[in-house]
T-cell receptor, first 112, second 120 residues
Framework: DAKTTQPPSMDCAEGRAANLPCNHS???????VYWYRQIHSQGPQYIIH???NNETNEMASLIITEDRKSSTLILPHATLRDTAVYYC?????????????FGKGTRLSVIA | GAGVSQSPSNKVTEKGKDVELRCDPI?????LYWYRQSLGQGLEFLIY????????KSGLPSDRFSAERTGGSVSTLTIQRTQQEDSAVYLC??????????????????FGQGTRLTVV
């Protein structure tokens, strides 16, 4: 699976959009981009995933650049409960149930 | 419950003792994973089960660590002769079966709340 690079930490004001970047310059055509987050003292939680089109669900939006070398997770109206470590993971389309490989992620602090 | 359940939630043990950590995956999920997270660190993969077999146990740190899964459901992670460096949160996750064929869409892994192990 391709490697990802994320900033170690970010701050965001409550109520504002949180934009979390991820670089995956070696991504191949059959690799998905996945986002998970881990709130303190909890297990990781799935947020969203995408291949090449932008995706949106009730939690977030995922914007993938046209060349697929980077992506941005957007939390449109961050709340204090969104404070967590956010992990960007790249995974092969046909990897079956092979385990997720977590990097160091971005620690997002939402500030009142 | 509908989620992944782990027990105990907290375990304090003396150095040198053996411990067993239990994971109840979501019903029907064939894949089960164990991870470890030391204080302030990222998630470290330990072992992965597909049904009762373990295709990948490459992350087990030493032969003191073992895991089994019976009936394609409950899994137990056993640490023998615990050491202080074994202190960590042990997380379990499960997923439905996904074949390794082209165009098979990956799905999410569901994590439990973890077992916090403290070796004193």
């Amino acid at each position: 699976d391709a490697k990802t690079t994320q900033p170690p930490s970010m701050d965001c004001a409550e109520g504002r959009a949180a934009n979390l970047p991820c670089n995956h310059s070696t991504i191949s055509g059959n690799e998905y981009v996945y986002w998970y987050r881990q709130i303190h003292s909890q297990g990781p939680q799935y947020i969203i995933h995408g291949l090449k089109n932008n995706e949106t669900n009730e939690m977030a939006s995922l914007i993938i650049t046209e060349d697929r070398k980077s992506s941005t997770l957007i939390l449109p109206h961050a709340t204090l409960r969104d404070t967590a470590v956010y992990y960007c993971i790249v995974r092969l389309l046909n990897s079956g149930n092979t385990p997720l490989v977590f990097g160091k992620g971005t620690r997002l602090s939402v500030i009142a | 419950g509908a989620g992944v359940s782990q027990s105990p939630s907290n375990k304090v043990t003396e150095k040198g003792k053996d411990v067993e950590l239990r994971c109840d995956p979501i019903s029907g999920h064939t894949a089960l994973y164990w991870y470890r997270q030391s204080l302030g660190q990222g998630l470290e993969f330990l072992i992965y089960f597909q049904g009762n077999s373990a295709p990948d146990k490459s992350g087990l740190p030493s032969d003191r660590f073992s895991a089994e899964r019976t009936g394609g459901s409950v899994s137990t992670l056993t640490i023998q002769r615990t050491q202080q460096e074994d202190s960590a949160v042990y997380l379990c996750a499960s997923s439905p079966y996904i074949p390794r064929t082209l165009n098979a869409v990956n799905t999410e892994a569901f994590f439990g709340q973890g077992t916090r192990l403290t070796v004193v």
